[in-house]
């Protein structure tokens, strides 16, 4: 027998909740500065997940001129802490009663613009960029994007123009120095991928750990245009060696699961002989042996803290600056 579904409504909701449809309306347009007490806040979630209820976006972008739905720039390839940030995302917009549309380019300033534009299309109300370090079109980037003011941009580099989270990675490496100090380390290098672009990332860690050392620090830049277990094997193997390493940190975690599992091979003792520290957190790093240590920023904390920026650029349309946000030494069995 076929069964028959009815469209849940504004009135289903508010009459679930026992409050006006308008005000129902209002709180789940705008749930970040709707005036409403948390105990009716807190009916209307239940009642909106109890009857499933979901917004008509048409209805909402002929009504306003925008819909409840957040823009996302992202790059196709990016790497899995912007993936599982972006998860991080998605749950946050739940809890705030939108939804997220995503624009999708690769390593090309044309598409991202493109993407950015097709967003504004479809009503978005705001955007947050993922993905926008390309050392080959930095500078035309900004350019692009200067007169937008619905932009808040995610990590480095820092845009002047707009609104920026940074995730405060060289605090983080910091922390980590002196905790491998403090455990009998003397002799603590950098592995980064070299001979590659300038990617602000790298070039923030590099600097930050050349502060630390000064001219007597120990950066294995490794190739990039080779793969990455040969590259362990011609140049981190004998650099660990020559320079008698007893402490790693490796440019992700995906570098350090590689390099502990040679460097195992080679009778290396991790953590007794040879500390290694990652970044990132991936979570394929719990399962490594031994599990390892990471360098990495709180997704779900920096998913609130987009959102929360975003509603304050649509509300103030004007550039609120650069905030930075602490990471966390997690600290496994590999350090």
């Not at 947050?128 to 370090?133: A, E, F, G, P, Q």
């Not at 990590?155 to 100090?181: F, K, N, Q, S």
């Not at 001979?195 to 294995?220: H, M, Y």
Request: charged share 25%; with cysteine; proline share 5%.
């Amino acid at each position: 027998m076929w069964k028959v579904y009815m469209r849940v409504t504004i009135k289903d909701v508010a009459a679930e909740v026992g409050c006006s449809p308008s005000l129902v309306s209002f709180y789940l347009g705008h749930p970040a500065t709707t005036r409403v007490a948390e105990a009716t806040k807190k009916r209307i979630d239940q009642a909106v997940r109890k009857l499933n209820y979901r917004r008509n976006l048409l209805a909402s972008i002929l009504k306003s001129g925008h819909s409840n739905v957040v823009g996302i720039l992202v790059d196709s390839e990016a790497n899995n802490p912007i993936r599982r940030l972006l998860t991080c995302l998605e749950r946050e917009a739940d809890r705030r009663h939108c939804r997220l549309q995503l624009g999708l380019f690769h390593d090309n300033l044309e598409s991202i613009y493109e993407s950015y534009m097709i967003l504004k299309q479809y009503g978005t109300c705001g955007i947050i960029c993922l993905s926008h370090d390309y050392p080959y079109f930095n500078e035309k980037l900004v350019e692009r994007f200067a007169e937008m003011n619905d932009l808040v941009f995610f990590d480095a580099p820092e845009r002047t123009g707009h609104p920026c989270i940074i995730p405060d990675m060289e605090d983080g490496i910091r922390h980590a120095i002196v905790y491998l100090r403090e455990k009998g380390r003397k002799r603590i290098a950098l592995c980064i991928p070299g001979k590659c672009p300038e990617w602000n990332s790298r070039t923030r860690r590099i600097k930050t750990f050349r502060q630390v050392f000064g001219d007597n620090a120990l950066i294995c830049q490794i190739s990039h245009d080779m793969s990455l277990r040969d590259a362990m094997m011609t140049e981190l193997l004998p650099f660990v060696v020559e320079h008698r390493i007893d402490a790693l940190l490796m440019s992700n975690d995906r570098f350090a699961m590689c390099g502990m599992q040679l460097l195992i091979s080679k009778g290396f003792r991790i953590p007794e002989d040879l500390a290694v520290i990652g970044f990132d957190n991936d979570p394929c790093g719990m399962e490594a042996t031994p599990p390892l240590s990471s360098i990495a920023w709180n997704a779900p904390f920096i998913a609130r803290k987009l959102f929360g920026m975003l509603d304050e650029q649509l509300s103030a349309q004007k550039n609120i600056g650069t905030i930075r946000v602490p990471v966390d030494l997690i600290l496994r069995h590999s350090s």
